[in-house]
């Protein structure tokens, strides 16, 4: 099993991968190529994540974040924290996974604008690459773009 098999799976760069929501083999494949993090944007909701995510990903020898977004309610609270998040882990390969890569195409994207030295463009293009965002999450992008700085 190769870990591009992982639903809307995309390696933005040579340290960071994002996907939708991995099975435990698929966990498995993460640990075996390489990565050192998982960071869930999910919701840590029986019908939507592993079991135990969490105690799988540690006992891979992984480090483990939750993060968990609400999809119809993004808060820019919560793409700071996990801006904290990824600023102390940007020296380890690190793996951002959510249900199906929405939430956080949209977090890494804005990211990758405010570290990764994206332009706009660039970060509207990796936030659509796999759905046409919605009012509320077109409405997070701009309100965390406000408070970073980052507008035109």
Known sequence: MAIEQIKNFVQVDNRLGTAGQPTEDQLREVAASGYEVVVNLGLLDPRYCLPDEAGLVQALGLEYHAIPVKFD????????????????????????????????????????????????????????????????????IQACRRRLGLEG
Request: hydrophobic share 50%; aromatic share 16%.
């Open 73 to 140: 309610a993004p808060a820019v609270e919560e793409f700071l924290q996990f801006l904290v998040l990824m600023d102390r882990c940007r020296a380890r390969r690190t793996f951002v996974h959510c249900a199906a890569n929405y939430r956080v195409s949209s977090f890494v994207a804005l990211y990758g604008q405010a570290r990764l030295g994206w332009t706009a463009q660039q970060a509207d293009a990796h936030a659509r690459r796999f759905w046409d965002l919605d009012d509320v999450w077109m409405g997070f």
